[in-house]
């Protein structure tokens, strides 16, 4: 079952990088996946990871990456702020989804108990701080995220040179698109937990809540696509 | 003598190298990792006919000659030979149908894999049974009209995903064919083997516990199994001298590249003549094997005796590939010996030539034997 979900993942995972990817290679340094996209008009691609200049030929289907220069004095990131900003998001933004998560089943219980009920008690009265916790997570992690970007944006201007890699437009796009889908639920976020709880006496409630963990999910997609591109970027294979 | 391609030999070479630099080059690394079978690229192959293509015409194959197979084989095998192993090895078990089955059997076991995408396997291979199949303990005892098979066969191709097996078992001290489909009672498929290379290739254990068989599944007469299973080396072995050239034409462009691109001592690593005689030794090595294996090939496809020719293609251009796997990660140099480059992959899968289908030292006692039949060689 477990391994049946893997290969599906696996299968949709794989589609997707093909899609964006094209056809790849291995940097025979670092290991670090390239795609034949980031190879100049000249045939050459420098490593992101390892800096190595890369001549790329192919032969026969197979790539021959030739290693004839390495940048060593490449610019380093002052500070290195974008490491240090990106977990912010990375950190908060789930807390913040488990925070929603928690306050949604308690809704559900008290609506489930009638809204009077003496049981809910603790429902009441902790799903309002929960709230504002929650919202604070989020309110910090859609902030911090743009503030990631600009410093992952600058990083690449500078040890980067800019170039065009397909791992980080990758990173951009879904960077650019989180605080998008971020800010979108930051103001949905007092709109469905009203003081605290979902009221979902009210039938409009259901849909918007549905739409609100929709955009929840994707975000969190969103993260941990990027979490999982930036450390490949960072340490490699 | 001809030694050019037809207009339309030239077609299918090209027609399989560009479906080796889709489908097979490209995913040759990632099959050799994980180790997984190449379902979807057989699939593709199947697809583009260039599986099972010596089944005769009037049972839907193609009845290609053995000469295109290997012209074919050549193509894939440049890509990765492991792959062309999964997709290649259904030949091996086909041809004693081919030539001992009866209308029935080729109807029954070869034509439902021209329609649709299917593998079978050769067992014959023994743990103590190898080179020297006359050793095989496998039983066949004739019960009825049945036969019931006991025996464990061992390093099968594709033996996970076949069908059907042609087995190779004793009838008392008669080595006999049998075509056993693979959903009778009694047949156990091991786990795969962990070999040194072809790692996309299905290699497993098949035990043969109390199978029954009836006698219409049997291949020619009683005794006649060892003619069967040797006579079909002659027909294969064209095809496996062909992967081995694959993996030499492989060894020598992803030399000839790397040595092209490459600078040392400021100048391409070509201008080495040290460098570039090792590309001179691959090429005319290549030329020499590729030669021997198409005339051995098309000895059979005229229908002459091409036991020692086909022994002498297998035996050399299994030499030859490993030869130039070992020259092309020389002349890589420390990116010959990472996985991230194609050269170690050539190494790891060359030397199973030198083993299956006959090891390099069956080869030479085929030739001696043929040799000492000649009174003088023209």
């Given at each position: 079952m477990i391994s049946d979900l893997m290969k599906l993942v696996d299968k949709f995972v794989g589609g997707f990088k093909k899609r964006l990817y094209g056809k790849t290679f291995f940097c025979p340094v670092c290991h670090l996946e390239l795609s034949y996209y980031d190879v100049d008009v000249n045939g050459n691609l420098v490593c992101p990871l390892c800096g190595v200049v890369i001549e790329l030929h192919e032969t026969y289907g197979h790539s021959i990456p030739i290693v004839n220069d390495v940048e060593i004095n490449r610019a380093q990131p002052k500070k290195r702020l974008h490491p240090l900003a990106t977990h912010f998001p990375i950190g908060l933004f789930p807390l913040a989804f488990l925070g929603a998560l928690i306050i949604t089943i308690a809704s559900a219980y008290i609506k489930a108990s009638g809204?009077?009920?003496?049981?809910c008690g603790f429902c009441r009265d902790i799903s309002p701080v929960l709230d504002n916790i929650t919202w604070i997570f989020l309110f910090i992690a859609v902030l911090s995220s743009g503030f990631t970007f600009l410093t992952g944006f600058l990083d690449w201007k500078q040890?980067?040179?800019?170039?065009?890699y397909r791992v980080i437009t990758l990173k951009l796009v879904l960077s650019g698109l989180f605080i998008g889908i971020g800010i979108v639920i930051l103001i949905l976020h007092p709109v469905v937990f009203t003081a605290g709880v979902i009221?979902?006496?009210?039938?409009?409630?259901i849909p918007v809540t549905f739409v609100y963990f929709v955009l929840m999910g994707s975000a969190m997609f969103m993260l941990a696509t990027l979490g999982h591109v930036g450390g490949y970027l960072v340490f490699g294979k | 003598m001809e030694f050019s391609l037809t207009k339309e030999q030239k077609e299918l070479v090209e027609k399989a190298r560009a479906f080796t630099k889709e489908w097979i080059s490209p995913n040759a690394a990632e099959h050799d990792r994980t180790g997984e079978f190449p379902k979807a690229i057989c699939a593709e192959a199947f697809k583009q006919g260039f599986m099972n293509p010596h089944i005769p015409k009037e049972y839907g194959g193609l009845e290609e000659p053995v000469l295109n197979h290997c012209l074919v084989m050549e193509e894939i095998g440049t890509g990765c030979t492991g792959i062309g192993t999964a997709l290649g090895s259904n030949g091996l078990s086909q041809y004693p149908v081919i030539f001992a089955g009866n209308d029935y059997q080729k109807k029954k076991f070869l034509e439902p894999m021209t329609q649709e995408l299917m593998f079978s396997a050769y067992c014959v291979t023994e743990p103590e049974a190898g080179s020297d199949v006359s050793r095989i303990k496998t039983t066949a005892e004739k019960i009825g009209n049945d036969y019931v098979i006991n025996g464990v066969k061992w390093w099968i191709t594709c033996g996970s995903v076949a069908s059907w097996y042609f087995v190779l078992a004793r009838v008392g001290d008669k080595p006999t064919g049998f075509v056993v489909p693979a959903d009778t009672d009694g047949i156990v498929r091991g786990i795969k083997e962990q070999n040194l290379g072809q790692h996309a290739s299905n290699t497993v254990r098949v035990t043969f516990e109390d199978v029954k068989v009836p006698q219409e599944y049997r291949l020619g007469e009683e005794g006649d199994g060892f003619k069967i299973a040797m006579k079909t080396f002659d027909h294969t072995r064209p095809g496996i001298a062909s992967g081995a050239n694959g993996i030499t034409k492989a060894a020598l462009n992803i030399a000839l590249t790397y040595a092209k691109g490459r600078r040392s001592f400021d100048k391409k690593l070509i201008s080495n003549q040290g460098v570039s005689f090792k590309l001179a030794d691959m090429v005319t090595k290549l030329d020499a094997s590729r030669y021997m294996t198409y005339l051995s090939a098309d000895l059979f496809d005229k229908g002459q005796d091409n036991a020692r020719q086909a022994a002498q293609a297998k035996w050399y251009a299994g030499e030859v590939a490993m030869w130039a796997a070992v020259e092309c990660c020389q002349i890589l140099g420390g990116y010959g010996y990472?996985?991230?480059?194609p050269a170690e992959k050539l190494l790891r899968d060359a030397k199973i030539y030198q083993i299956y289908e006959g090891a390099a030292e069956i080869q030479k006692m085929i030739i001696v034997a043929k040799l000492m039949r000649t009174k003088e060689v023209h």
């Open positions: 809204t009077n009920s003496l049981e040890r980067y040179g800019g170039r065009p009221p979902f006496e009210n039938p409009v409630m | 990472t996985n991230e480059m």
